[in-house]
């Protein structure tokens, strides 16, 4: 199994600047492609950003193309993402995940293990 961690979220206004993380633990994590998805209420749960096993691929929602980062820690099990410039309509639960691959993964349903979710709030 493999546990995922999220912290990071809070209160921001626009145009803040908030930073995520997200820590692995379990059985040896080796080879995960991870994302960060998000879901406002009453909506779905979207992808945000997506990186692969190597960190040397990303993917990002037009949305946010410019304004979010996501990376990854020198020891791979630690994914971060870094969120400027931030609106109102960002508001949202973010969900870290992990997928078993290399390559970047953008399908929710693929995904195979999921952090708690972290509170995100960008007030106007």
């Known amino acids: 199994q493999v546990q995922l961690v999220e912290s990071g979220g809070g209160l921001v206004q626009a145009g803040g600047s908030l930073r995520l993380s997200c820590a692995a633990a379990?059985?040896?994590?080796?080879?995960?492609?991870m994302g960060w998805f998000r879901q406002a209420p009453g909506k779905e749960r979207d992808i945000v950003a997506a990186?692969?096993?190597?960190?040397?691929?990303?993917y990002y929602a037009d949305s946010v193309k410019g304004r979010f980062t996501i990376s990854r820690g020198n020891a791979k099990n630690t994914v971060y993402l870094q969120m400027n410039s931030l609106k109102p309509e960002d508001t949202a639960i973010y969900y870290c995940?992990?997928?078993?691959?290399?390559?970047?993964?953008?399908?929710?349903?693929?995904?195979?293990?999921w952090g708690q979710g972290t509170q995100v709030t960008v007030s106007s």
């Open positions: 379990g059985r040896t994590f080796s080879s995960y492609a």
């Open positions: 995940a992990a997928v078993r691959g290399l390559r970047v993964i953008t399908n929710p349903s693929n995904y195979n293990y």
């Open positions: 990186i692969s096993w190597s960190g040397d691929s990303t």
